[in-house]
């Protein structure tokens, strides 16, 4: 199947500092997703981002889906964007197949 | 309703017992996901329901799980002689319906955390 690999596994973050989360995977996909898993266990979509790029206020990500890679840019962080950050595809199987793959997460630790 | 609702929160349940667990979809969401959250295994997929068809149910663990969904809204997972390694947070998600080239994201529940006993 489908591998997804996401770095750096851990980030600790001083407020107010940017970072970049990074995203690849093995495969073609039709679907990309990035998500926010808050302290409290909330999963929360950031982006549906198969290609091109997308901003959201501090949050932009942009996904290169020709090289297979996808890339979630933090500006300004904040500490309530602590928690773990999921990339999830969907592979192109052409079999109608709608199941995300998620890779490992980033967990990122933002200090005041 | 505003998000994805599932209940029970929360479920201790003793080994070899039988579970079900709830979820309330987006209204309009066609599609509706179960996933299950664990330490070892991380976020994996159970099954997929898209309308009137008959779901994806490729990432059931074995045939203790079963999944239906009524008038293409609510869901019930059921886990069959619960087992310890079944102890996980399980968690729905719902979409608008896609095909191919015109995806959607997903809204995700808050989950039920099951511990077998």
């Known amino acids: 199947g489908i591998q997804v690999e996401q770095s750096p596994p851990d980030l600790i973050l001083q407020e107010g500092a940017n970072s970049t989360l990074r995203c690849n995977f093995s495969?073609?996909?039709?679907?990309l997703q990035w998500f926010h898993q808050n302290p409290w266990g909330q999963l929360i979509n950031l982006f549906y981002?198969?290609?091109g790029t997308k901003q959201n206020g501090r949050l932009s990500a942009t996904t290169v889906a020709t090289e297979r890679y996808s890339l979630l840019y933090i500006s300004s962080s904040q500490t309530t964007d602590s928690g773990v950050y999921f990339c999830?595809?969907?592979?192109?199987?052409?079999?109608?197949?709608?199941?995300?793959?998620f890779g490992k997460g980033t967990k990122l630790s933002v200090i005041p | 309703g505003a998000g994805v609702s599932q209940s029970p929160s929360n479920k201790v349940t003793e080994k070899g017992k039988d579970v079900e667990l709830r979820c309330d979809p987006i209204?309009?969401?066609?599609?509706l996901y179960w996933y299950r959250q664990s330490l070892g295994q991380g976020l994996e997929f159970l099954i997929y329901?898209?309308?009137?068809?008959?779901?994806?149910k490729s990432g059931l663990p074995s045939d203790r799980f079963s999944a239906e969904r009524t008038g293409g809204s609510v869901s019930t997972l059921t886990i069959q002689r619960t087992q310890q390694e079944d102890s996980a947070v399980y968690l729905c998600?719902?979409?608008?319906?896609?095909?191919?080239?015109?995806?959607?994201?997903?809204?995700f529940g808050s989950g039920t955390r099951l511990t077998v006993v």
């Open positions: 998600a719902s979409s608008l319906s896609r095909d191919r080239g015109n995806g959607y994201g997903y809204t």
């Open positions: 495969d073609s996909v039709n679907n």
């Open positions: 981002i198969p290609s």
């Open positions: 999830a595809v969907d592979p192109y199987s052409g079999a109608g197949s709608y199941q995300l793959t």
């Open positions: 209204s309009g969401h066609t599609a």
């Open positions: 329901f898209q309308g009137n068809s008959a779901p994806d």
